[in-house]
């Protein structure tokens, strides 16, 4: 009976909790790729939605001293990020929390990350665009916001692992 009862309020969470994307480490040079193409500097605000072990704000605030939120609803890979960022030696720059990305406010964002499915992107899209300031960069790795929004600057490359990737950058009231 009890097995049953924890079985039955995992099922729960994971229902309310609904994954934007299955956690796909982006490869290091990608994370660089996305940082650059989004220009960040150490006067950015990035946030990582769907973080995953914390690599895309943990990179932005070794490499250019840059303020860095991840937020993602796997409690297990929050820990990791923190560990991550602490090992990094940027924890006094990086906070991550386990968050839901639909209900994650961006408003102070400069800089908005993003590796998640093209259906998460368009939920996402009306929130992004609603919160974030003029001036502020979305940055995409694979997937678009849609036909209705092309990107501002669409960056393709072949990675060091050999694969073609495809980074989208948009910008808020450009």
């Known amino acids: 009976m009890f097995r049953a009862a924890v079985l039955l309020s995992s099922l729960l969470v994971l229902s309310t909790h609904q994954s934007l994307a299955p956690f796909a480490a982006t490869p290091d040079d990608v994370v660089d790729r996305m940082l650059a193409l989004a220009d960040v500097t150490s006067r950015d605000l990035v946030v990582d939605l769907g973080s995953g072990d914390g690599r895309i704000p943990i990179r932005a605030a070794q490499k250019y001293g840059a303020r860095g939120l991840g937020v ?12 991550n960022a602490r090992r990094a030696g940027v924890e006094k720059l990086v906070e991550f929390r386990v968050e839901d990305a639909m ?28 919160q974030l300031p003029p001036g502020a960069r979305i ?14 600057r669409i960056d393709t490359f072949i990675s060091a692992s050999g694969d073609q990737v495809t980074l989208y950058l948009w910008k808020i009231g450009k």
């Open 72 to 83: 993602d609803i796997d409690p297990r890979l929050v820990d990791q990020s923190k560990a």
């Open 103 to 130: 209900t994650t406010d961006v408003s102070r964002a400069t800089v908005v990350t993003l590796h998640l499915l093209a259906s998460s992107n368009a939920k996402l899209r009306p929130i992004l665009t609603r």
């Open 139 to 152: 940055v995409s790795h694979a997937f678009s916001m849609g036909p209705d929004w092309p990107a501002d």
